[in-house]
Each structure stands twice: as structure tokens, then as C-alpha cells.
């Protein structure tokens, strides 16, 4: 069994780590956190310091990586971590909670994490470092882009798109075959009937733009 570290130890951290431990996967995992203290520990695993702390685990062995940094707007702060994490060398797995339900002929990119009884559906992809989170639903050839955050609830009808660094929030819906543009954020319980571009926050139901950026 291998090693792997945990890059941001903030309450996604906890979830994640949940999950790798009843997969049963990694022998050992520990954690970088800037503003945690070392030696403290977070589900039994040990912070070893801040992410300077990662070539010498690197060095020491551990090969894997994972970004548990949740979604922090728009800043592209995961996707940060992960390249930053990948040009030194790191792997990242997936880590899927047994309780989820991923098909067999899905599509799955590196680093992303599968929550608890969530459900990924045939024909469907997901992009690198995505979050489908616990209880979310991606439907029948949805695509999902890389360092998306498909929320705690979620419902992603088929064949819709979700795009990259996009958050879908918590109990939203995207009905069938709608897409939404990368660095975009749906709030919380909307529901999304046609279109939504890039960069813009919409919500309500039906969902209606609210502010856009660049």
C-alpha cells in the first residue's frame, strides 16, 4: 500500500480523508496546511507543516498527492496546488467513498473526489481534480470539467456540461442538455433551465445572472 498527502486541511480535507480511509487504499496519509501546526492531526493523520514540506515527502517516498482545498472563488487556487503539486513530481488518485456509485464506462480525469453515495452515470466524464460531492448526481453523458465543484445534493441531468472551475451549488439542478461556462457559480439551490455563460454568479428559479466578471 502507498502514502499520500493531503494538501489543505480545511473541513473538505476531513471528508476526503473519510473517504480514502474506508478504501483502504494508502497506508499512510498526512496533510499540509500553511496554517496548521505541525504534529497536529486531523481523523488520526498527521500535519506535517506548510506545503514547503512537500519535496521532502516526495523524497522521502510518498508519491501520490490530492488538492483538498474546497471551492474558493474564482481564484483558481486548487487547480494552483495541483500543477504546482504535478510539475514536482506527485500522482494523484482518485479517491472514490465505496458508498458512491461511479459507472463502469465513466470517464474519470486524475485527483478527483467521489463523495459519500454520490453517483456518476454511463457515458459521463470528469475532468481532472473535479469535486462530485457527497449525494451529488452527474446523469447519463454529462461532462464535467476539470476543477469543477458539483455541490452536496446536486443534480446534473444528462448530457448537460458543466464547465471548468465551475461551482454548482449545493441542492442546484441543471436540467437536461444545458450547459454551463467554465469559472461560473450557480448558488445554492437554484435551478438551471437553459444556458449559462462563463464567468457570471447565477441563482433563483429559474436561474437568473446576477453579476458577471471580466
Same mark, same amino acid.
Given at each position: ?10 473541513g ?17 496519509i498526512f496533510?499540509? *496546511? /500553511? ?12 500535519v /506535517?507543516?506548510g506545503d *514547503?514540506? $512537500?519535496?521532502?515527502?516526495l ?6 498527492? =490530492?488538492?483538498t482545498?474546497?471551492?474558493?472563488? !474564482? ?5 494552483k $496546488?495541483?500543477?504546482?503539486?504535478? *510539475?514536482?513530481?506527485?500522482? =494523484? !488518485?482518485?479517491?472514490?467513498?465505496p458508498? #458512491?456509485?461511479?459507472? #463502469? ?5 486524475? @485527483?478527483? =473526489? ?9 457515458g ?11 449525494? #451529488?448526481?452527474?446523469?447519463? *453523458? +454529462?461532462?464535467?470539467?476539470? =476543477?469543477?465543484?458539483?455541490?452536496? @445534493? %446536486? ?15 449545493? @441542492?442546484? %439542478?441543471?436540467?437536461? +442538455?444545458?450547459?454551463?461556462g467554465?469559472d461560473?457559480?450557480?448558488?445554492? @439551490? ?7 455563460? #462563463?464567468s +457570471?454568479?447565477?441563482v433563483?428559479?429559474p436561474?437568473?445572472? $446576477?453579476?458577471?466578471?471580466?
Open positions: 500500500m502507498e502514502s499520500i498527502v493531503m494538501i489543505g486541511g480545511g473538505h480535507c476531513k471528508s476526503v480523508i473519510d473517504a480514502a480511509l474506508r478504501s483502504r487504499k494508502f497506508e499512510k496533510i499540509t *496546511d /500553511v496554517n496548521l501546526k505541525p504534529g497536529d492531526n486531523i481523523l488520526g493523520c498527521e /506535517v507543516g *514547503d514540506k $512537500l519535496p521532502e515527502l523524497a522521502g517516498g510518498v508519491k501520490n498527492a =490530492f488538492i482545498v474546497g471551492f474558493v472563488k !474564482p481564484s483558481g487556487l486548487r487547480s $496546488l495541483f500543477f504546482m503539486a504535478k *510539475d514536482m513530481g506527485f500522482s =494523484f !488518485p482518485n479517491i472514490i467513498d458508498s #458512491a456509485v461511479v459507472a #463502469a464506462d465513466a470517464k474519470l480525469g486524475s @485527483g478527483i =473526489f467521489v463523495g459519500k453515495t454520490a453517483v456518476i452515470n454511463a459521463a466524464s470528469v475532468g481532472d481534480n473535479a469535486i462530485i460531492n457527497t449525494g #451529488a448526481i452527474v446523469e447519463h *453523458d +454529462c461532462k464535467i470539467g476539470d =476543477f469543477a465543484h458539483v455541490a452536496v @445534493g %446536486t443534480k446534473v441531468c444528462g448530457e448537460s456540461k458543466v464547465g471548468a472551475n465551475s461551482l454548482i451549488g449545493a @441542492g442546484a %439542478t441543471i436540467l437536461q +442538455c444545458v450547459e454551463v467554465n461560473a457559480i450557480i448558488g445554492a @439551490g437554484s435551478v438551471v433551465i437553459k444556458n449559462i455563460g #462563463a +457570471c454568479t447565477a433563483g428559479a436561474a437568473r445572472i $446576477l453579476r458577471r466578471w471580466n
